[in-house]
């Protein structure tokens, strides 16, 4: 028995969540009394590597394949099926978003192995296999069992704090051998959104909507996020009426961000908004209108024009970051 | 070209969550069912587009419940489709709602299968990669872009931090959203057409649920909002560092 995690690489680096993911591994595969395995496919840094140790995860296996840079969920899926054997994993673990969100079910349906999606918390083993998720695009919880002997979790990033520890991780390689069929989906293009902090992940998110009138006005948006170091966001109609990029929506159609701090400017707070920005352990509103009911879900709140407001608190916030240092 | 388009019944997106049962089970007394958004705007309406273009011969609906999603169904068959199919039972765990569409497409020889990129209610984001492996078929997530020639099919995808142009041969499993196709509204020649589309119910091969939801339970209420004037900004900046301990 022991505790296998698909840690993504990204150009051959980890990022804050794919710690966050060794760590999660590491502390279940502690509480079974086992330890946990990272698994690593594509082209990755030896360095990097050895760094997961530092989270718990002190054995990684390697499928070094360079097919394996572009994701192919079958691949992906395949690869993972044969470490978990080659280890005898009985908890199967990657992160709750694009790759995880793709790979981890194929790999339950395939070992026919009960999945919990989008975990937030720790197993409960006290009676069965029971994991806290999110539901209704968070706006409530479940608790789920898991009755099969095999269990897949997918971690949805940003559930925990994450303490570096000592320790350095060994990485040991892996022959997985494919077939044509598992790359059968091949990349044309890609097209990175640079420099920007990605939202998915981000920790500070600074989102704007209609009220901000039309996008000659979003420079106040961006000064406020570059000094904060935040993402930027927006509501619905405003990336459907081209004002900005539709990767930038959140919301029930959009993406559902779970960042420390949301600060919603000119956004009313309709429900379908809500659904994705809900799980916000922090909530900022900014609107004319006292009667917006984002007020509702908000922890702190400012009545008042966007377009005076937020240059206000751009300066307010300066001024906070320069005392820091 | 054969099209299956998985539809998932979800409750309306106003609707106020609830639980009853000492929280174990979903209230749904007064919640109208709706098609998942993602079922609706971008698998289905995308895969009306291949057919009406003469891309896809054929577009079918599958979903997977009981009596109650039939309502549901029709919604669907009235933006169009050709056919719809019910497998009948319950709906709750992802493998059981996917080995049953699997069970059923296996000899229908789909070339597409398109599934929402999740449902809005339990938002597993499981059941189109599942389907996928056990047709044992590719899988592309998170499409917002899907073009078909030549039995092979061109998608944009959502990646990290960005988006990527993939190609794959058919047959494939593809899960749709935002930037797809764009939202439809039936119109009353549809919903007249829809009564007479043919809605099969098939017997389910009784696939056993492998999780089972235990309790549900609803975020700590917020305890009020604190508000600040325009001139208090560093007040607010204040509390977030101090209070919310956030920044
Ligand atoms: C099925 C479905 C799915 C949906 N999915 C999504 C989704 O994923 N994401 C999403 O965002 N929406 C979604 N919507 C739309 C949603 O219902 C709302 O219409 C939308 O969120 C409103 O966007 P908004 O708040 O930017 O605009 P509005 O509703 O127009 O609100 C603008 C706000 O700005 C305030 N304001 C105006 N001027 C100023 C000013 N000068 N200074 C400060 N404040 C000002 C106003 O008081 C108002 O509160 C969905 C709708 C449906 C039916
Ligand atoms: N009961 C169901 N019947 C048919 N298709 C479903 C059902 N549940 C989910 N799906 C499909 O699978 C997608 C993802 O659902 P889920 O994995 O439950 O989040 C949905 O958008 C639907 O396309």
Request: aromatic share 6%; hydrophobic share 45%; with cysteine.
């Amino acid at each position: 028995m022991s505790v296998l995690v698909l840690i993504e690489n990204i150009e051959g680096n980890f990022k804050k969540k794919s710690f966050e993911l060794a760590q999660y591994a590491a502390t279940i595969a502690k509480n079974l009394g086992t330890e946990a395995t990272a698994l690593v496919l594509g082209t990755c840094d030896n360095a990097a590597m050895t760094q997961l140790g530092a989270y718990g995860t002190n054995k990684v296996l390697h499928v070094a394949d360079t097919k394996l840079n572009q994701l192919s969920a079958k691949a992906y899926a395949k690869a993972v099926i044969a470490a978990a054997e080659k280890i005898g994993a009985k908890v199967i673990i990657a992160s709750h978003d694009n790759v995880g969100k793709s790979v981890a079910p194929m790999v339950a349906a395939h070992i026919k192995a009960g999945i919990i999606t989008g975990a937030v918390s720790y197993p409960d083993t006290s009676n069965g296999f029971v994991v806290k998720r999110n539901v209704f695009g968070g706006k409530a919880f479940a608790f789920v069992n898991i009755s099969t002997d095999t269990k897949v979790l997918t971690l949805l990033p940003n559930s925990f704090p994450v303490i570096a520890a000592e320790g350095t991780a060994t990485a040991e390689t892996l022959a997985v051998s494919f077939d044509d069929q598992d790359f059968g989906i091949t990349v044309k293009e890609t097209n990175k959104v640079t420099g920007a902090v990605p939202l998915g992940e981000a920790e500070l998110v600074v989102s704007g909507g209609r009220g901000l009138k039309g996008p000659e006005n979003w420079g106040i948006i961006e000064d406020l996020a570059a000094t904060m170091g935040a993402a930027t966001a927006c509501s619905r109609p405003v990336a459907d009426s081209h004002w900005r990029p539709h990767h930038e929506h959140v919301g029930q159609t959009g993406g559902t961000i779970r960042p420390n701090l949301y600060i919603a400017i000119g956004i009313s707070g309709a429900i379908q908004h809500l659904a994705g920005v809900n799980g916000s352990k922090t909530i900022v509103v900014i609107n004319k209108d006292p009667e917006a009911p984002f007020f509702k879900a908000a922890d702190y709140g400012v009545i008042g024009d966007a377009l005076e407001v937020t240059p206000k608190l751009n300066e307010a916030m300066k001024k906070f970051k320069a005392a820091q240092h | 070209m054969k099209i299956l388009v998985c539809i998932s019944p979800v409750p309306d997106t106003t609707t106020k969550v609830a639980f009853t049962e000492n929280n174990t089970q979903f209230n749904t007394q007064g919640v109208t069912m709706v098609i998942n958004a993602y079922d609706e705007w971008y698998a289905l309406v995308r895969a009306l587009e291949l057919k009406e273009t003469g891309v896809a011969t054929a577009v079918n609906l599958v979903t997977v419940g009981k009596p109650e999603a039939d309502a549901v169904i029709r919604k669907a068959l009235a933006l169009g489709g050709d056919e719809a199919i019910r497998i009948d039972t319950e709906s709750t765990d992802p493998y059981v709602i996917a080995a049953e569409i699997a069970a059923y497409a296996k000899s229908e020889n789909y070339d597409l299968v398109l599934a929402g990129k999740e449902t809005t209610d339990y938002n597993n984001a499981a059941v189109g990669p599942m389907i996928a492996d056990l047709l044992n078929i590719n899988y592309i997530g998170f499409a917002s872009k899907l073009d078909v020639a030549n039995n092979q099919a061109t998608v944009a995808r959502e990646i990290e931090g960005g988006e990527e142009v993939v190609a794959a041969a058919l047959p494939i499993v593809v899960s749709c959203q935002k930037g797809m196709a764009e939202p439809r509204i039936p119109n009353m020649r549809g919903i007249m057409a829809a009564r007479t589309k043919p809605l099969k119910v098939v017997a389910a091969t009784g696939i056993a649920a492998l999780t089972n939801i235990v309790s549900y339970e609803m975020p700590p209420a917020k305890t009020g909002v604190k508000m600040f004037t325009v001139d208090q900004m560093d007040e607010l900046v204040a509390a977030l560092h101090n209070e919310a301990k956030v920044i």
